[in-house]
């Protein structure tokens, strides 16, 4: 049974996942959000229980990166599509398409290359990305806004975050070994993070910060990979 748990965990990233991808079929982006916004729940507890019980194997790794594409590649796209891209034609089945394989290529290159990218995450990982998608939409629901009216604003940002996810943007990975994090990033994401918190905070304080907290992780690696280039340069 011990054996099973960090499987059972796993498997339960991939339930959750299918849980949003039929509840945006039936046109109920809260739950297909929050669905997944669960899924990354599930899918931070695998491998931390997988190494506490010291049952960690090569099978409940590929299992984690299949159920990550489902819940993080697939139904997010599924969602943004329901939700706003279905009205831009064939640009917003391109992004809703796109974002999905840049998924999958993102796991690829992750699970060929954990022996030689240590201290960070090479592209934004799937599951923010992801998760992204989902905190946004929570927020343009609670807020009653309609991306569609932003002109081409929403596809284009889907493309970005899918386009990030396959970038060589650097992403700190949490563990303090990565590389080295600048003030400037730290500051610029403070602003961020809290313009966003500020502008949502009387509408929808929760959605907001979810918000926040994975759009400023996704621009503030693109911010401190600039400022590293630029300090080698120098």
């Not at 009387?202 to 400023?216: C, D, H, K, Q, R």
Request: glycine fraction near 8%.
């Amino acid at each position: 049974m011990r054996k099973m748990l960090p499987n059972i965990c796993t498997a339960a990233n991939l339930f959750f996942g299918m849980c949003s991808i039929l509840s945006t079929y039936e046109g109920n982006f809260f739950y297909g959000s929050v669905f997944i916004l669960l899924a990354l729940i599930a899918d931070g507890m695998d491998g931390r229980v997988a190494r506490a019980l010291g049952v960690a194997s090569e099978f409940g790794k590929e299992m984690d990166s299949l159920c990550d594409l489902g819940s993080f590649g697939i139904a997010p796209a599924f969602l943004a599509y329901a939700f706003c891209l279905h009205n831009f034609g064939q640009l917003g089945q391109a992004a809703a398409i796109i974002f999905a394989l840049c998924g999958m290529w993102r796991l690829a290159r992750f699970n060929v290359s954990t022996g030689v990218v240590h201290g960070f995450f090479m592209g934004l990982a799937i599951p923010a990305g992801g998760c992204i998608v989902a905190s946004s939409t929570l927020l343009f629901t609670e807020m009653r806004i309609q991306p569609e009216n932003f002109s081409t604003v929403y596809p284009i940002t889907i493309i970005v975050i899918a386009y990030l996810m396959v970038s060589h943007v650097h992403y700190p990975d949490f563990k303090g070994d990565g590389e080295k994090i600048f003030l400037a990033s730290k500051i610029f994401a403070a602003a961020m993070f809290a313009a966003i918190v500020f502008v949502t905070f009387w509408t929808a304080p929760v959605e907001g910060v979810l918000t926040a907290i994975f759009s400023t992780y996704a621009v503030f690696g693109i911010v401190n990979s600039l400022l590293t280039l630029m300090n080698r340069e120098v």
